[in-house]
């Protein structure tokens, strides 16, 4: 297994249970949406100089002024490890990255007036070989410019397109959500890329790609270019505001690799080849929102899933759907749902549609049963969507099978209580029972 392959399964894990895990040594306390500890690269005594934010997901000491984000890049600051050494070591020991981190700080260790206020550093731009610039910072408008236009410069085949619609169930009018992923050496489809940019009077972005996720610079070859996987499926995911935010890359059947669907994203790679790359960027942690062919007034409630195929349906079936990239990213909803509702939508009524196996993976249904307790403590009316394991695995299996009949609304904390907490419970007496037996 490759370390991106590794860094994709423990991404479904929380940044907390990852820190515990990689850093063993260090104790950290949770207050509100952050994580405090006695910082590790100085001689700390009280709690209130370093903190994790969880909202923001960095991590800052403003004594000695050490800074980061990510759980990943913190574990290699600490242990002065690589981003490989670092993944395999959690990848190895992802099995103990289970629960959150609740303990409160104790007051002897903690400061008496201060408050950590985590900022997350705006490094300057770069100028790169005369020409190109790397900017971190890139807006969504120009993300969704440079995304929107690199599709477009992509379209999908006739056959692709029969396989969406006759296959995967997609309607003509989501048919533009999909594109034929190019390859990094088509110099003909960078040709039409370049001139897209320029029609729509952003030319100037094609000089800014580095900063923006999937775009990278070759030393080697000394030119821009992007991760790309042959013969993939690519994928636009909008934020709340319509904006393409991020792509997604479904990968062929003929793939040898242990998932299917790839971010757009390039941080990994500079990481892993230092020497050969640099100046990439991570995507983070998206939420794709789908809106249904309709007003959204008439929505019946708010759907969280994981998967794009899954998210469409579910808009076809009256919800504004909530598309998340594993399901330990649940957390990142929660702001999607605040600002959602700022712009009008109703969201009183979320319904959670995660795979059937949420009911035999404990991994997937402690994390579908958090987001369920933590929807219904910010006052939610929640529900989950259930169907019987032979209909298929996700709610697009379920329909394109014939079988949205068979698919149940069941209130969330009656599931909760019948169904995943007392599965969770068996899992972890099983797991123990195992263990005492080794």
């Known amino acids: 297994m490759t370390i991106s392959e590794m860094k994709e399964v423990l991404d479904e894990y929380p940044a907390d249970s990852l820190l515990e895990v990689g850093m063993p040594d260090v104790k950290f306390y949770a207050r509100g949406s952050q994580l405090e500890a006695l910082c590790p690269f100085h001689g700390d005594h009280k709690l209130g100089n370093f903190g994790y934010s969880l909202a923001k997901d960095c991590w800052r000491c403003f004594v000695c002024g050490k800074s980061g984000s990510g759980p990943y890049s913190l574990i290699m600051a600490h242990r002065n490890w690589s981003f490989a050494e670092t993944v395999r070591y959690l990848y190895d020991r992802r099995s103990s990255c289970v629960g959150r981190i609740t303990e409160a700080p104790p007051a002897t260790l903690l400061q008496k007036s201060k408050k950590v206020r985590l900022v997350t550093p705006k490094p300057s731009p770069i100028l790169v070989n005369d020409e190109f610039v790397f900017d971190p910072s890139p807006t969504a408008e120009d993300k969704s410019t440079v995304y929107s236009c690199f599709a477009a410069a992509s379209p999908l085949s006739p056959s692709w397109t029969k396989h969406l619609q006759e296959i995967r169930g997609v309607s003509p009018l989501e048919i533009p959500y999909f594109f034929r992923f190019p390859s990094s050496k088509d110099e003909e489809f960078m040709s039409r890329f370049r001139k ?24 080697k070859e000394n030119r821009i270019s992007f991760i790309g996987y042959s013969g993939a499926l690519g994928i636009l995911n909008h934020d ?127 994390n579908s049963a958090n987001f369920g307790k933590a929807l219904l403590d910010e006052g939610y009316e929640v529900y989950y969507l259930t169907w019987p394991n032979n209909c298929g695995k996700g709610v697009d299996d379920v329909v394109n099978a014939g079988q949205r009949g068979k698919i149940r609304t069941v209130e969330g904390n009656r599931f909760l209580q019948t169904t995943l907490l007392p599965f969770i419970e068996r899992a972890k007496k099983k797991k123990l029972a195992e263990a005492a037996g080794a």
């Open 240 to 366: 709340e505001q319509g904006l393409v935010s991020s792509i997604e890359m479904r990968l062929p059947d003929s793939a040898v690799r242990s998932t299917r669907y790839i971010p757009f994203s390039s941080e990994g790679i500079c990481l892993n080849h230092p020497d050969d790359y640099k100046y990439g960027a991570n995507v983070g942690s998206v939420i794709d929102v789908v809106t249904p062919p309709f007003d959204n007034s008439s929505i019946q409630g708010v759907a969280v899933t994981e998967g794009k195929f899954k998210a469409l349906h579910l808009s076809r079936m009256e919800f504004l759907a909530l598309n998340i990239r594993g399901v330990g990213n649940w957390r990142s909803v929660l702001p999607v749902l605040e600002n959602l509702e700022n712009k009008g939508v109703n969201t009183s009524r979320v319904f959670i549609a995660f795979d059937a196996d949420s009911r035999r993976n404990p991994a997937v249904a402690e």
């Open 196 to 219: 897209g940019l320029e029609k729509r009077g952003a030319g100037n972005l094609y000089h800014r790609l580095l900063g923006i996720p999937g775009f990278f610079w070759n030393i």
